[in-house]
């Protein structure tokens, strides 16, 4: 990583090359820095900037604390088209924050103010880093620390996007959310410090698209019978390996273009893909008609597996080991047709999300039995329930992102 206490590092110019690129190697004196070329370039920056607050220099733009109002010092660059794979790397050294205001790096939906589309939200209170998708802030429970390097990137869908981190105690660059529900179409890159101070090392935008690579993605959409195998495109497009489904417990099929369960044994259905990796994020879209209805992850057979699911009134996760269930998360969730859940699950830890909501805090599953099962699926008791639209992300624990370095070294 560049940026302070970093070593610059060269970055290939073709076949590709860049649609921003702002390494801050010139020097700009605070209220001179709005309108100035980004350095190589290309890209100009947008600056709001009331209290001269900002500077270029040492290889970086310096923020410092400043007035609680979002966007104030902001810096911003020209208008980007949604394109699915447009993807932003910031780099970024946290160095002091005061009680209100925080840190966005991301996409924004103009060039003033608050971010509004898909962007990084660190904040002062426990130093936690959160999400912007579309207006909904999303905890992720995850927390950075002072004085130290990171980079950033948050990768573009056709709606939503997905948030990477690589610094500090993320050895690898490491997936925290899959959004998918904002689809602004015209965006605009933007780096921002509120009552805190920063050093912003780089902006770039590559010219070359790049789309994370899903364990297993399934839409259902084929004809009504056995579940087969899962789809070999993903949900942008990109190339994704066909997983073979396997009932587990009772028998899960495809009807009306989702997936079903069509019997129960013990009361259960349990249908699985193999995915070769145990730390995932890992979701469906969910429709209840009774009972539960959500996703398994790391099966190893019936007596032990992880569920995360809806019951109507609740989004729960329990631990299943030995045949002995065990509630880890629950909170009361309103219940919305068609929306999803997910679990995010790396060693030990576990979170939950429905509704692009975090449920309660971050659960410990030690057993075990449940530390390396790689296969992920879909859980139900009510054979009037569905689930659309799996998909199984790698949590980047294992270097699945690390080919970003190319473009964010």
């Not at 909170?331 to 047709?337: L, N, W």
Request: glycine share 14%.
């Amino acid at each position: 990583m560049k940026g302070i206490g970093a070593k610059r590092v060269t970055l290939p110019e073709a076949p590709f090359g860049w649609l921003l690129r702002d390494e801050f190697t010139d020097t700009r004196a605070a209220g001179a820095v709005n309108g100035t070329a980004a350095t190589p370039g290309p890209g100009t920056r947008v600056v709001t900037d009331t209290g001269n607050n900002m500077t270029v220099s040492a290889g970086a733009c310096q923020m410092v604390a400043s007035n609680i109002l979002w966007g104030d010092p902001g810096l911003w660059y020209g208008a980007f088209a949604r394109t699915a794979g447009r993807y932003l790397i910031a780099h970024w050294n946290p160095s002091a924050v005061l009680p209100g205001g925080g840190y966005t790096i991301g996409w924004d939906n103009g060039q003033v103010g608050l971010p509004g589309v898909n962007s990084f939200n660190m904040v002062s209170a426990g130093l936690e880093i959160k999400v912007y998708n579309g207006a909904v802030i999303i905890d992720t429970g995850l927390a950075y620390a002072l004085n130290t390097d990171y980079r950033l990137c948050v990768i573009l869908r056709t709606a939503g996007a997905y948030w990477l981190i690589r610094g500090g105690a993320f050895t690898d660059w490491t997936l925290i959310y899959v959004g998918s529900t904002n689809n602004t179409a015209t965006v605009y890159p933007n780096v921002q410090a509120s009552r805190h101070t920063a050093a912003f090392g780089f902006v770039r935008i590559p010219a070359y698209l790049y789309l994370p690579t899903p364990q297993a993605y399934d839409t259902f959409t084929r004809a009504n019978g056995p579940l087969g195998s899962s789809e070999g495109t993903g949900p942008e497009g990109q190339g994704v390996s066909a997983r073979s489904w396997a009932n587990q417990v009772g028998t899960t099929l495809v009807a009306g273009n989702a997936a079903s369960a069509s019997a129960l044994v013990g009361g259960i259905a349990i249908a699985t893909v193999e995915t070769a990796t145990a730390n995932v994020v890992h979701g469906a879209k969910l429709t209840r008609a009774g009972n539960e209805v959500g996703v398994v992850v790391r099966y190893a057979d019936s007596n032990n597996y992880v569920r995360a699911y809806h019951d109507g009134a609740n989004a729960k996760l329990d631990k299943v080991v030995g045949g002995v269930v065990t509630n880890v998360i629950t909170a009361a969730q309103a219940y919305a047709a068609g929306t999803y859940i997910w679990v995010i699950c790396q060693g030990t830890q576990f979170d939950l999300y429905y509704n692009n909501t975090k449920i309660g805090a971050t659960g410990t599953i030690a057993d075990a039995a449940l530390q390396n099962g790689t296969e992920h699926g879909l859980y139900s008791t009510n054979v009037g329930n569905s689930q659309d639209d799996m998909l199984t992300m790698p949590r980047g624990t294992e270097g699945q992102y690390n080919g970003l370095d190319k473009y964010g070294g």
